[in-house]
């Protein structure tokens, strides 16, 4: 007989019984580098501090620097699912600035390309969070269709992701033609994808066993915490800055608001899978109302002039000249323009000191105030939640640290 | 589209919800009121603002149920030199509201509106990492954004583009 041990001393339960557990900032289902210490006892969360700023670039900084065109690509960079929005939010900022009144199609463009944006973001949101509790299946699908939606972005902006395609004034040039009739097939056919992924998990007894219940949000919590968008929604609160707040022609559609008062991990599922649904109606009623006419606003000093006319007119000839070397010259004041972004509420804060540059741009970004509720979501939850939740509040960090 | 002049007269605005409800809470509280590009803007003093936050919140006309950001402008040399901002979203009545206290270079404390608003918390943690103000009575008042041994906030204008060499 050897040393056998046939009463192990395992302490009782207690306060020393707790252990401090690293999440991230590589692990893959924190959706980017976000790092998260965890205080766990056995399998249950006691405490978590979310640990952010590895990807801080200092955009805000590196705008002030810049003339108020340059700062459209920047705008892509904050977030990288959703670069439509970033783009949207900005110019609809510095338009507000300057005063600018933008043509019908313009606005119509943008939104539908808007709409589109919500759908990506949407698709990556889904596959991944699905991915991340073992549905491998959706992933793929997802990202069929994204793939789709890429291909139309690169052929408007000649870019997959980063299309800095809005201007000030505007877009940056006519869609090409084919275009509204590429997307009017993807529109047709989309409503069965969503089909094909709500097969897979709206009635998938493990989907609903991972999600439903878990990570519950009260819409008091929510609304203290800041939280927006379909997190938001998924709390009971029916607020839609696209119907409440009406921007770039919004009150000119006709779509319903997810809403559920479920306010667990499978209702922001739900709502999400809604919206997708209600993005491609929109979708379907900006190509079937498309208007007529310019797609560039009247003002010479702050939108590039064409190229045909540069080969033609003195006058183009130097207002281009003008615009590349020294910017324009936005009337001085601050702008609070805020958009309802495929995560929530996107909104730019820009001072003007009456310069070509801008004096401060602020980003307030949906993830940023959507990761405030994490830990209200988790503690007191199992370890695996944590994961469902992560997924749910649909967080990108390159928005977060910006 | 000409812009319109921006109304500054807090006599012309005061019929405004927002500004209405802080004047029936402290006709001398308001510093300065400003509208322009639709957008009401009012200046508070710093110590007011705990105070001033909780009147939007509660009051009836104009309940502002959502804080939506709070941010910060430098504006070196010149003083006061920096402005905390804040911006406060009414749901139900589908408008919002900017308030803004003035900071002067030798004294960078303002309170904390966590105790109102918990959504507070990153934001001005994200302000003093960024400009260097100090929130009293913030719950954790760390840096979020830069290192933790950062030198320097880099946000403020003094503060060079490309950073130090």
Redesign the interface.
Known sequence: MGNLTLAPNIPEPGEDRTMILNMGPQHPSTHGVLRLVLEIDGETVIRVLPD??FL?T?I???C??KFYQQVVPMTDRIDYLCPMSNNLCYVLASE??L???IPPKAQWVRVLLNELTRINSHLVWLGTHALDMGAMTVFLYCFREREDILRLFEMVSGQRMMTSYFRIGGLALEPPIGFFERVKKFADRFPTNVDEYENLLTNNPIWKGRTKGVAKLSAEDA????ATGPTLRASG?D?DLRR??PYSGYENFKFKVPVSQDCDVYARYLCRVQELRESIAIVGQALAGMPEGPVKADAPKVVLPDREKMKTEMEALIYHFKIVTEGFAV?A????Q?IESPRG?M?Y?I?SDGTAKP??V?M?TPS??N??VLPNMIVGRLLADVVAAIGSIDIVLGEI?? | MALAPAITDIELLKDHPALAALLAWSRDGVEAAKFDRDEMTVWVAAKNIHEVCAVLRDNKEFPCNFLEDVTCVDWYPSEPRFEVVYHMLSMAKKERVRIKVKLASGQLTVPSITPVWPSANFPEREVFDLFGIQFEGHPYLRRILMPEDWEGHPLRKDFPVEGYR
């Open positions: 952010i700023g801080h200092g805000e900084k590196t002030e620097a507000k600035l005063g600018l009144e609304i203290a915490l800041g609160v607020f409440d707040m009337p004041g601050e702008v609070y805020s509420e909104a804060y001072v004096y401060r602020h307030r940023y105030y990761l405030q640290d910006r």
